[in-house]
Nanobody, 125 residues
Framework: VQLQASGGGLVQAGGSLRLSCAASGRTLSSYALGWFRQAPGKERDFVAA????????YYADSVKGRFTYSRDNARNTVYLQMNSLKPEDTAVYFCAADSRSTLTPSRNPGVWDYWGQGTLVTVSS
């Protein structure tokens, strides 16, 4: 499975960005899919994800109400719509896939199998 993230960039606080992650190599409808982020000098943190069935999305408390996760199984693509961005959202954002077919996605990045290369989001104040 190869994951290719895109859509990052520089935006002012309060602005919006939409990240995309296109998958190739395998249909991901049976995988949990999600987004993580890593700020400079910090650990990789969970942002949003759903389980293999593509049911409800789960969010980190820090982004709830501002970010919206979605997936399009027909296009093998997942998205992260980010609104009301804050400087503390600045990070490299990674998409990931978990082949364990869990209904509830894990917030632990260590258990996810496949990772995209990351896309940088910079929010200026």
């Amino acid at each position: 499975v190869q994951l290719q993230a895109s859509g990052g960039g520089l935006v002012q606080a309060g602005g919006s960005l939409r990240l995309s992650c296109a998958a190739s190599g395998r249909t991901l409808s049976s995988y949990a899919l999600g987004w993580f982020r890593q700020a400079p000098g910090k650990e990789r943190d969970f942002v949003a994800a759903d389980g293999w069935s593509g049911g409800s999305a789960y969010y980190a408390d820090s982004v709830k109400g501002r970010f919206t996760y979605s997936r399009d199984n027909a296009r093998n693509t997942v998205y992260l719509q980010m609104n009301s961005l804050k400087p503390e959202d600045t990070a490299v954002y990674f998409c990931a896939a978990d082949s364990r077919s869990t209904l509830t996605p894990s917030r632990n990045p260590g258990v996810w199998d496949y990772w995209g290369q990351g896309t940088l989001v910079t929010v200026s104040s």
